[in-house]
């Protein structure tokens, strides 16, 4: 399986800024694509960006602006750089990994990381 670990998280105020990180274990499964996603208290979760694997990114609305998406596929590891933070953006955000057989499209499969704690406030 894919082990996945998110780091970076803090707490910042308001307008300042942390780029997030997201390792994944190297293993006989290939990496597709990388994602990040937030879920603040009492809220569903949801999906702030995902980027394939040749850095092909794609964003959910309001994110692109402020966050940027991008991936080390030499060493497994997906960043997400957050600006001009805002207190609504406070949340525990998730790295979710896809990742499947090489050779077989059907055998792709999720692993999520436990999360890492951003708070935003003054």
């Known amino acids: 399986q894919v082990q996945v670990v998110e780091s970076g998280g803090g707490s910042v105020q308001p307008g300042e800024s942390l780029r997030l990180s997201c390792a994944a274990s190297?293993?006989?499964?290939?990496?597709?694509?990388m994602s990040w996603y937030r879920q603040a208290a009492g809220n569903e979760r949801e999906r702030v960006a995902i980027i394939t694997w040749g850095g092909r990114a794609v964003y959910e609305d309001s994110f692109e602006d402020r966050f940027t998406i991008s991936i080390d596929n030499t060493n497994n590891i997906a960043y997400l750089e957050m600006r001009n933070l805002r207190p609504e953006d406070t949340a525990l955000y998730f790295c979710k990994v896809i990742a499947g057989v090489a050779g077989e499209p059907g055998s792709d499969f999720d692993s999520w990381g436990q999360g890492t704690q951003v708070i935003v406030s003054s």
């Open positions: 190297k293993s006989r499964f290939n990496i597709v694509a």
